[in-house]
């Protein structure tokens, strides 16, 4: 069983930038593939990052790439998602997710378990 709990959501400018990060119990942290998800009102969940095991690679939805960087600690379980030039568009809850699995991947369905979710919230 993994825990995920999000922090770092809040409500900023266009053009602004947020931090989130999630942190997860138990050891197996390292093992897991990490993704970060998003949902706005009205819409299906998106994937926006994954990160591999290894803090290596790393994978991006075309919407965020350029903007956001995603990042693990292992030595904190934590994974990070740096938001940077922030449009209105990018107003959902984010949501970070875990794998078991060795490849990254887009697919929700793959990801084991799932945080409670932090608002972001992007004013014009």
């Known amino acids: 069983q993994v825990q995920l709990v999000e922090s770092g959501g809040g409500l900023v400018q266009a053009g602004g930038s947020l931090r989130l990060s999630c942190a997860a119990s138990g050891r197996a942290f390292r093992s897991y593939v990490m993704g970060w998800f998003r949902q706005a009102p009205g819409k299906e969940r998106e994937f926006i990052s994954a990160i591999g095991r290894g803090d290596v690679n790393t994978l991006y939805a075309d919407s965020v790439k350029g903007r956001f960087t995603i990042s693990r600690d292992n030595a904190k379980n934590t994974v990070y998602l740096q938001m940077n030039s922030l449009k209105p568009e990018d107003t959902a809850v984010y949501y970070c997710?875990?794998?078991?699995?060795?490849?990254?991947?887009?697919?929700?369905?793959?990801?084991?378990?799932w945080g409670q979710g932090t608002q972001v919230t992007v004013s014009s």
């Open positions: 997710a875990s794998a078991a699995r060795v490849g990254l991947t887009t697919t929700s369905e793959l990801y084991n378990y």
